[in-house]
């Protein structure tokens, strides 16, 4: 079987899958924490593995950057290989001060510029929302390991250079923590589908700030929230 995007077999994916934006670090996770990794999806180089995790079968899988490109990988992990968990796994920018470089940072709820869910929803608004089920898991696994996270609203933007110059004032008014690019998107798949799905982010830079990870940091956070999503499983 293979759909448009992906040209894995029938059951190549295991039943939970987590989703880097960045093809070359679900490499990076499938080379450094699973065991016997096999490479599932080559089709644009949006690598995919399946493997293993303390015995537990686990996929990882690029999702792209945006809600389109993420929309469509989650859409046919869900439709045609009956994946029920998709973890995103990226970075983000930092909100209010209180909310830092390296912080561990996961979406509750995804609020958007975006039209994607409004366009499933014939014109309403949709509340985007992590699975509870995921985000409980995530946050004791977090809590174990010793791991600082916040949890609370993120702002999921179409613009990652947003020429605005009221609207990060109005979304920190409203208590979101932080921006990313894909969560709504993958939040309104997951509902249309009836499977779970979280996005759980690092602070990789700061909106108010400027200030921003170096790669090496950048590095070492990433495998801090892997760790995280891994301790969903
Ligand atoms: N991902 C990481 N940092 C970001 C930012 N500042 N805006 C949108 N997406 C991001």
Do not use: W
């Amino acid at each position: 079987m293979a759909t448009p995007h992906i040209n894995a077999p029938e059951g190549a994916f295991a039943a939970t899958v987590l989703m880097p934006g960045d093809p070359l670090r679900a490499k990076h996770i499938a080379e450094t924490f699973l065991t016997d990794a096999v490479c599932v999806n080559t089709v644009r180089n949006m690598f995919g593995y399946t493997g293993t995790y303390k015995g537990k079968p686990v996929s990882v899988l690029g999702s792209g950057m945006g809600i389109p490109s993420m929309s469509l990988y989650a859409t046919e992990l869900a439709k045609f290989y009956g994946v029920k968990n998709i973890i995103r796994i990226g970075s983000c920018g930092g909100l209010p001060l209180d909310v830092k470089v390296r912080d561990v940072v996961i979406g509750m709820g995804a609020s958007t510029d975006s039209n994607v869910n409004r366009n499933r929803l014939a014109g309403m608004d949709f509340a985007a929302m992590a699975s509870f089920e995921l985000l409980e898991k995530a946050v004791a696994a977090a809590r174990a390991k010793n791991i600082n996270v916040k949890v609370g609203n993120v702002f999921t933007s179409d613009l990652f250079y947003n020429p605005s110059e009221t609207l990060f004032d109005t979304l920190e008014k409203y208590g979101v923590l932080a921006v990313e690019m894909e969560a709504a998107g993958l939040y309104g798949v997951a509902a249309e589908y009836g499977i779970n799905a979280l996005a759980i982010f690092t602070v990789s830079d700061h909106i108010r700030t400027g200030e921003a990870l170096s790669a090496e940091l950048r590095q070492n956070s990433f495998n801090e929230m892997v760790e995280v999503a891994l301790g969903c499983l």
